[in-house]
């Protein structure tokens, strides 16, 4: 008999609950969940990406290092409300919230949402051009390579794994939202982590990193 329960908890397949475990986002059962949900999933990978920009890049510019947790701050700051907003539009969405309030609600997600994030781009994309001499060989900027694809990739097979984890450990009653939890937080903390490294060595000082 235990040996038929950790079958079935390792099969979700068998229930159709294969894409809740390994893509939470797809919300199987709440249809109108599954919109915010990837957008939300978009707004972290996008914070996440700026966050390691902000706090890793450029480590042996000491203009960047003045700022660096500035920078931090402001990306937080900047998210906030968007994220904020695209959270309760999903809890919204799961909770069946109909009407004005929630097309509002709706509204000021979506929009602060489109009108953030290109300046949270913008923001990574024009760093590595000090006005010190430290850069002024103009090394090659990470977001010119594969680093971030290949990273959100990475980050976003590890939170189907992280989804998968949960569902074994508890035993197939991981509730769809724990999971969208589990696996959004792990895709966030994977960006970061596997950016940090390539971020922190790129030397934006010249081939010497001494300018």
Known sequence: ????????????????????????ASFRTAPRARVPAHAL????????VCEAFQGFYAADNPDFAQ??????????GLAAVPLSLMCGVLIGSLRSWRGV???????????????VTPVLLLAIGVM?????????????HPLSGMAVPVCVVAALAAGSVAGWVAWVVLRRRARPVALYTVWLVMVAVTVVAALALPLHAAQTCGPSGMG
């Open 1 to 24: 008999m235990s040996s038929d329960r950790r079958r079935a908890a390792v099969r979700p397949w068998e229930d159709g609950r294969f894409r809740d475990v390994v893509w939470p």
């Open 41 to 48: 999933a978009v707004l972290v990978l996008v914070i996440a």
């Open 67 to 76: 700022d660096r947790a500035g920078g931090v701050l402001l990306v937080a």
């Open 101 to 115: 309030p929630y097309g509002v609600l709706a509204f000021a997600a979506w929009t602060t949402s489109v009108l």
């Open 128 to 140: 590595g051009e000090p006005e010190s001499p430290c850069g002024a060989n103009e090394p090659e």
